[in-house]
């Protein structure tokens, strides 16, 4: 499985980006997605995740109102709209796939993803 992230980009605060995931194979169809940050000096941290079927989906409070996660199993895409972009929202965006079932209190556990994107700078000026 082989995930491709696109999309990011520079923006200034209060701009707006959309990042996109397609996956090499609809066998990832039947599981969640998720998308990460790592900002310079930072762990990585969760953003975003959402059920194969797109049913469910979770959000870290701090983007919550602003970041809005989808996917399209049709065409192996999983969208990430981001809004109101703030400063603190830099940071290198990967998208991941886990490839087995997990309740949605895993999917902010990066350990339970198996395959990753290689990411996509976004940087948001003040």
């Known amino acids: 499985v082989q995930l491709q992230a696109s999309g990011g980009g520079l923006v200034q605060a209060g701009g707006s980006l959309r990042l996109s995931c397609t996956a090499s194979?609809?066998?990832?169809?039947?599981?969640?997605m998720g998308w990460f940050r790592q900002a310079p000096e930072k762990e990585r941290e969760f953003v975003a995740a959402i059920s194969g079927s797109g049913g469910s989906t979770y959000v870290q409070d701090s983007v919550k109102g602003r970041f809005t996660i989808s996917r399209d199993n049709a065409k192996r895409t999983m969208s990430l709209q981001m809004n109101s972009l703030k400063p603190e929202d830099t940071a290198v965006y990967y998208c991941a796939v886990m490839l087995q079932y997990y309740s949605g209190s895993d999917y902010t556990d990066a350990n339970k993803y198996e395959y990753w994107g290689q990411g996509t700078q976004v940087t948001v000026s003040s």
């Open positions: 194979t609809r066998s990832v169809s039947p599981y969640a």
